[in-house]
């Protein structure tokens, strides 16, 4: 056999197939298009998500702590610009984990994302050379830093 004996028989079947095929899935298309919005629309009446969840569990889990012991403290990081340069923010929060955890009389310590993000802020070669902190220990005795009022 060489291809022209084999190419007309081809090409008749492609013809064939591509008129059947592009009768049937138009036709396919209709009613699955149908249905899909059917299943929109009954999903769209279904019970809704709350807006922001983040936001109100943030808000509840401080609200719950209760607070022993409150504290501001202005933190100077001027030692921690000794380190080398790309172990300086490292250092940093280490830093701030070892004072709170020595002023509270307690191991355990973690910091907020807010004081984890003025610290990263500018990268990891420059931390910020002051900060101020709020130190927070509950009835349980743990500690939590949250970035104080001004710098």
Same mark, same amino acid.
């Given at each position: 056999?060489?291809? $022209?004996?084999? /190419?007309?028989?081809?090409?008749?079947?492609?013809?064939?197939?591509?008129?059947?095929? @592009?009768?049937?899935?138009?036709?396919?298309?209709?009613?699955?298009?149908?249905? #899909?919005?059917?299943?929109?629309?009954?999903?769209? $009446?279904? +019970?809704?998500?709350?807006?922001? +969840?983040?936001?109100?569990?943030? /808000?509840? #889990?401080?609200?719950?702590?209760?607070?022993?012991?409150?504290?501001?403290?202005?933190?100077?990081?001027?030692? @921690?610009?000794?380190?080398?340069?790309?172990?300086?923010?490292?250092? /940093?929060?280490?830093?701030?984990?070892?004072? /709170?955890?020595?002023?509270? $009389?307690?191991?355990?310590?973690?910091?907020?994302?807010?004081?984890?993000?003025?610290?990263?802020?500018?990268? @990891?070669?420059?931390?910020?050379?002051?900060?101020?902190?709020?130190?927070?220990?509950?009835?349980?005795?743990?500690?939590?830093?949250? +970035?104080?009022?001004?710098?």
């Amino acid at each position: 056999m060489t291809e $022209k004996e084999v /190419a007309p028989e081809d090409d008749a079947r492609t013809e064939l197939s591509k008129e059947t095929r @592009i009768a049937k899935p138009e036709d396919e298309k209709v009613e699955s298009t149908e249905e #899909e919005t059917v299943g929109l629309e009954s999903e769209a $009446k279904g +019970p809704e998500a709350p807006e922001a +969840p983040g936001v109100e569990e943030a /808000a509840e #889990e401080e609200e719950e702590i209760e607070i022993v012991e409150e504290k501001f403290y202005d933190l100077n990081l001027r030692r @921690i610009w000794t380190a080398p340069r790309e172990k300086r923010t490292p250092r /940093a929060v280490r830093y701030v984990r070892q004072y /709170a955890a020595q002023r509270m $009389k307690t191991d355990n310590v973690s910091l907020s994302e807010e004081t984890n993000s003025l610290l990263w802020n500018r990268g @990891i070669s420059k931390p910020p050379r002051k900060i101020r902190i709020r130190v927070v220990k509950d009835k349980e005795g743990k500690v939590i830093v949250f +970035p104080g009022e001004g710098k």
